[in-house]
């Protein structure tokens, strides 16, 4: 294994309730991703991520924390994670876990003492507990907006049945917030690393990396208009151009709605405080008595990039993720930006940019690129009214961006599903949905659940091989038929063998480390401002992100998303010459 591996790494999120369930629950599970570990081996990542499996009442699907050192029973044992890691390493895989630091379930057992205790109690004040505003206190303390709608205090009734304080909740209310004022917390946390670490896991993604830290006084905030309360958290996608609540722009990136921004410098007073960077200048310091190079990966939703930056400085984490690049529509000139100024902001304090299309909390890209000006909306209750997206033209724009995305230098980031080319499931029943955000908004913003559906493995197996039974946590559209894994190994022009022979080419030229002149170099084709051309070592990166094919340029090609047109580089096509 490498030095350094985190500087280019392929890492593939696992969301463990829909990527494989061994027991026939209808919930996946940890000896399920143990099961399928040869799959992603062969795919060819480095790394996977594992979204929250602790204990947990799943009232957010795990980010809702009830026990930080143990497994939820419903996705087995800590036998079964240890297993799982063995198994993982033995192939060559290294495990990233996820970190909820933010806050915790409200049955978690700090959390039940500090209800059973008195107001100024050392136990309420692991939390962020408060008196009321007005005359008995019967107005919360300030006016912030919980990520999933609605207030972001709650009022509590006290031991003696009074009611008393309030205490905050930025998500659902089922997931107080931590006061990391408290020393208390931060040695709490400082335990769950080290037991995590010492069960050999080899790096945390920092759920929220950016709250964390309130300032002082807790003022009263109103966003600006058409700005949302945050983009994204293990939870909510709030408003963001990519969520399930609207995309921000069409396909040819003319705007649709205000995206969100959540820069501090829009005075939001719960995220991006420097406090934060102390937080994590001391977890570096306790990863760093570890061997083998284990990493921290910041969700940090903060603009501009170069605000971002700061989360990765030596002393602090390895990664952040790149929501920019995310956000970033098919557009020529809009990619060319992004890619620039994200190698020039992580690079000014010599960290890897890294770069991600889709995860499990915003649109998979195989829709999401398909939204045109014609269907603004493309999600919540926009379907509705408006039809669904096309697959296709979505689809083909997906594997062009994937094929761009996987030459850039850095680390790239995959999300379960996307190499089979998954789209949102948008038309779920209302009976069926689970995210908290569909019901704290009754119904208005639908949700993460369409990105969350459980994955097909065999067209013909029940629940399309998720599981040995029919059972599944959310119900799995026909689609998933064709689009099995089975169905696509070893299919020549299949999503997974481009997004196989991609990344094999990606290690084969060393793309993640750039070339030797620099991370990347942009070449001008003349092909018009809908063309976009790099090199990275000895790979020529074209993508049309136009309506009309272009010539395509002369060198033998390596890698193409989608079959080419003679001498000509079809629409929505990416291609890598050698």
């Given at each position: 294994m490498t030095s350094e591996w985190w500087r280019t790494a392929a890492i593939y999120q696992i969301y463990p309730r829909s990527f494989a369930d061994a027991n026939g629950d209808g919930m996946g599970d940890l000896a399920g991703i143990t099961s399928r570990l040869a799959a992603l081996e062969t795919l060819g990542i480095d790394a996977i991520w594992l979204s929250p499996f602790y204990t947990s009442p799943q009232k957010d699907a795990g980010y809702d924390v009830a026990d930080y050192c143990?497994?939820?029973?419903?996705?087995?044992?800590?036998?079964?994670?240890?297993?799982?890691?063995?198994?993982?390493?033995?192939?060559?895989?290294?495990?990233?876990?996820?970190?909820?630091?933010?806050?915790?379930?409200?049955q978690h057992a700090w959390f039940q003492e500090a209800l059973a205790a008195a107001p100024g109690?050392?136990?309420?004040?692991?939390?962020?507990?408060?008196?009321?505003?007005?005359?008995?206190?019967?107005?919360?303390?300030?006016?912030?907006?919980?990520?999933?709608?609605?207030?972001?205090?709650?009022?509590?009734?006290?031991?003696?049945?009074?009611?008393?304080?309030?205490?905050?909740h930025l998500f659902d209310s089922s997931q107080p917030d931590f006061d990391w004022t408290n020393e208390e917390v931060r040695e709490e946390f400082?335990?769950?690393?080290?037991?995590?670490?010492?069960?050999?896991?080899?790096?945390?993604?920092v759920?929220?990396?950016?709250?964390?830290?309130?300032?002082?006084?807790?003022?009263?905030?109103?966003?600006?208009?058409?700005?949302?309360?945050?983009?994204?958290?293990?939870?909510a996608t709030g408003d963001s151009p990519v969520?399930?609540?609207?995309?921000?722009?069409?396909?040819?990136?003319?705007?649709?709605?205000?995206?969100?921004?959540?820069?501090?410098?829009?005075?939001?007073?719960?995220?991006?405080?420097?406090?934060?960077?102390?937080?994590?200048?001391?977890?570096?310091?306790?990863?760093?008595?570890?061997?083998?190079?284990?990493?921290?990966?910041?969700?940090a939703w903060v603009d501009p990039l170069a605000k971002v930056a700061k989360w990765v400085r030596p002393d602090e984490m390895h990664q952040s993720f790149n929501f920019a690049y995310l956000e970033t529509p098919w557009n020529a000139a809009a990619l060319h930006a992004v890619i620039d100024q994200s190698l020039d902001a992580f690079g000014s304090v010599g960290a890897p940019s890294?770069?991600?299309?889709?995860?499990?909390?915003?649109?998979?890209?195989?829709?999401?690129?398909?939204?045109?000006?014609?269907?603004?909306?493309?999600?919540?209750?926009?379907?509705?009214?408006?039809?669904?997206?096309?697959?296709?033209?979505?689809?083909?724009r997906a594997r062009a961006a994937t094929a761009l995305m996987l030459a850039l230098p850095g680390s790239v980031y995959l999300y379960q599903g996307?190499?089979?080319?998954?789209?949102?499931?948008?038309?779920?029943?209302?009976?069926?949905?689970?995210?908290?955000?569909?019901?704290?908004?009754?119904?208005?913003?639908?949700?993460?659940?369409?990105?969350?559906?459980?994955?097909?493995?065999?067209?013909?197996?029940?629940?399309?091989?998720?599981?040995?039974?029919?059972?599944?946590?959310?119900?799995?559209?026909?689609?998933?038929?064709?689009?099995?894994?089975?169905?696509?190994?070893?299919?020549?022009?299949?999503?997974?063998?481009?997004?196989?022979?991609?990344?094999?080419?990606r290690r084969e030229h060393d793309l993640g480390a750039g070339s030797g002149s620099g991370p990347l170099e942009w070449v001008d084709l003349g092909l018009g401002t809908d063309v976009l051309a790099f090199r990275n070592g000895p790979v020529t990166v074209v993508a049309n992100t136009g309506t009309e094919p272009v010539a395509l340029p002369a060198g033998d090609v390596a890698l193409a998303s989608d079959p080419l047109d003679g001498d000509l580089l079809p629409a929505d096509t990416t291609v890598w010459l050698a």
């Open positions: 143990d497994v939820d029973p419903r996705f087995g044992s800590l036998a079964d994670f240890d297993a799982m890691v063995a198994e993982a390493h033995a192939r060559g895989i290294r495990v990233i876990v996820d970190l909820v630091p933010n806050h915790s379930s409200d109690s050392a136990a309420r004040g692991r939390y962020m507990f408060r008196d009321g505003r007005g005359e008995h206190g019967e107005l919360a303390p300030n006016n912030w907006d919980s990520v999933f709608g609605g207030p972001a205090w709650t009022r509590v009734v006290e031991p003696d049945g009074t009611p008393g304080q309030w205490y905050l400082r335990r769950i690393l080290r037991f995590w670490l010492d069960r050999g896991v080899d790096g945390f993604r759920d929220v990396a950016h709250g964390l830290i309130k300032a002082d006084g807790l003022p009263d905030w109103t966003p600006a208009e058409g700005a949302g309360s945050m983009g994204g958290a293990g939870g969520s399930h609540d609207t995309l921000g722009t069409d396909a040819s990136g003319v705007a649709l709605e205000p995206a969100i921004s959540e820069e501090n410098g829009d005075g939001a007073p719960f995220w991006a405080q420097e406090g934060v960077h102390e937080i994590y200048r001391d977890w570096r310091l306790l990863l760093d008595e570890y061997d083998g190079e284990r990493i921290l990966a910041a969700e890294t770069w991600v299309l889709s995860n499990h909390d915003v649109v998979r890209h195989a829709t999401r690129l398909s939204v045109t000006a014609d269907n603004p909306q493309g999600h919540g209750l926009g379907p509705r009214s408006l039809g669904l997206p096309e697959y296709e033209p979505g689809l083909r996307e190499e089979l080319g998954l789209p949102e499931v948008i038309d779920l029943p209302d009976d069926a949905r689970q995210d908290p955000t569909w019901f704290r908004t009754n119904g208005e913003r639908y949700g993460r659940d369409g990105c969350r559906v459980p994955l097909p493995w065999e067209a013909d197996a029940p629940s399309y091989g998720f599981g040995p039974t029919d059972g599944s946590w959310l119900p799995q559209p026909d689609q998933w038929r064709e689009l099995a894994r089975d169905r696509q190994q070893g299919v020549a022009g299949s999503t997974l063998s481009l997004y196989q022979d991609a990344l094999r080419l």
